[in-house]
């Protein structure tokens, strides 16, 4: 593939993935570099589907590339979240205790019962 010399000052400067602003004569470009993946029909679809209820959501178009970064972003792990959720609920200790009593004379007073009734037969 031929590369004259603004091609080549533009691709020293694509590091990643992402959209890179570059300046040049008042003027910004922007180059992306995409890859092409394979997959079978029936996923095609699926993935289309996703794409047109996010447009429908978003209202605004949606690119493949932005039903797959939906579809990954669902499966981020929030810590914080998993913090929160885990911390002891102010009281827990109290209640914990009174259930444990509770269900302590629970069974005490299901040993009293079996043991009446054996005296009451015998």
Request: hydrophobic share 35%; proline share 3%.
């Amino acid at each position: 593939m031929a590369c004259n010399e603004k091609d080549a000052t533009v691709s020293k400067y694509l590091i990643s993935a992402r959209p890179i602003g570059i300046y040049h004569r008042k003027s910004i470009s922007y180059m992306v570099i995409m890859t092409t993946i394979s997959v079978t029909e029936d996923v095609k679809e699926k993935l289309l589907k996703i794409a047109s209820e996010l447009q429908i959501k978003l209202g605004k178009r949606v690119d493949l590339n932005e039903a797959i970064r939906f579809l990954i972003g669902g499966r981020e792990k929030k810590p914080q979240l998993l913090e929160e959720g885990c911390k002891p609920i102010p009281g827990a200790e109290e209640t914990l205790e009174e259930l444990y009593a509770e269900r302590k004379r629970d069974e005490e007073r299901v040993e009293r019962k079996i043991i009446a009734r054996h005296k009451r037969d015998d």
